[in-house]
């Protein structure tokens, strides 16, 4: 089944505890991206890649990293998780960066920093 | 700031009617993307469009790039429809980015 996978669906961390997203596509689509959804925000772009080795930073990327060593795969890095970064995370995919490609969204992850 | 707005906010409806969500924009874009997001958290992909119309069974979506404005329609609407509908675009190009409105929190009562 065609899907992008998320881990954890839900974590609950403290302030400072580094932590990792993962983030995964089976679909060998070359581009993928991390959003951040807040309420009354809606969904914010943190960073995407265009294809391996190639990121680049999306609307809110402060105290994010990314990396994109393999095409399936696009981990969300919180090297000093702070309680603003309390939100739902999606990961998406689409086959490339062309503006008509359709994107495939993963289930979220629920990050609340204590 | 955001590029993207979206009207209503909320809306809530009888099951059976006919239902509008607006999208405008305020930059020239190649091609909008309307999602749908469940009660659940979980976002699909509905259109994508450049110009004129898109139908994918009740619901219909139209842009005109000229005014930067899209709409979705929902026809004979039904509870199942209950979701936020999110508008957005990307940058062509070689842009990346990918720019959201805030959604529209649709209701519909049986």
């Known amino acids: 089944e065609a899907q992008v996978t998320q881990n954890p669906r839900y974590l609950i961390t403290v302030t400072g505890k580094k932590l990792t997203v993962t983030c995964s596509q089976n679909?060998?689509?070359?581009?993928m991206s991390w959003y951040r959804q807040d309420p009354g925000l809606g969904l914010r772009q943190i960073y995407y890649?265009?294809?391996?080795?190639?990121?680049d930073k999306g609307d809110v990327p402060e105290g994010y990293k990314v990396s994109r060593k393999e095409k399936r795969n696009f981990p969300l890095i919180l090297e000093s998780p702070s309680p603003n970064q309390t939100s739902l995370y999606f990961c998406?995919?689409?086959?490339?960066?062309?503006?008509?490609?359709?994107?495939?969204f993963g289930p979220g992850t629920r990050l609340t920093v204590l | 700031k955001n590029e993207v707005e979206q009207s209503p906010q909320n809306l809530t409806a009888q099951e059976g009617e006919f239902i509008t969500i607006n999208c405008s924009y305020s930059?020239?874009?190649?091609?909008l993307h309307w999602l749908q997001q469940h009660p659940g958290g979980g976002i699909v992909s509905l259109f994508m469009?450049?110009?004129g119309k898109k139908k994918h069974g009740r619901l219909i979506a139209t842009i005109n790039i000229q005014e930067k404005h899209s709409s979705l329609h929902i026809t004979a609407s039904h509870p199942r429809d209950s979701a936020v509908y999110i508008c957005?675009?990307?940058?062509?190009?070689?842009?990346?980015?990918?720019?959201f409105g805030k959604g529209t929190k649709l209701s519909v009562k049986p």
């Open positions: 998406a995919s689409s086959l490339s960066a062309r503006v008509y490609n359709e994107q495939f």
């Open positions: 890649s265009m294809n391996v080795e190639v990121t």
């Open positions: 957005g675009w990307r940058g062509g190009g070689s842009q990346g980015n990918l720019i």
């Open positions: 930059v020239g874009i190649s091609a």
């Open positions: 469009l450049s110009s």
């Open positions: 679909m060998n689509h070359e581009y």
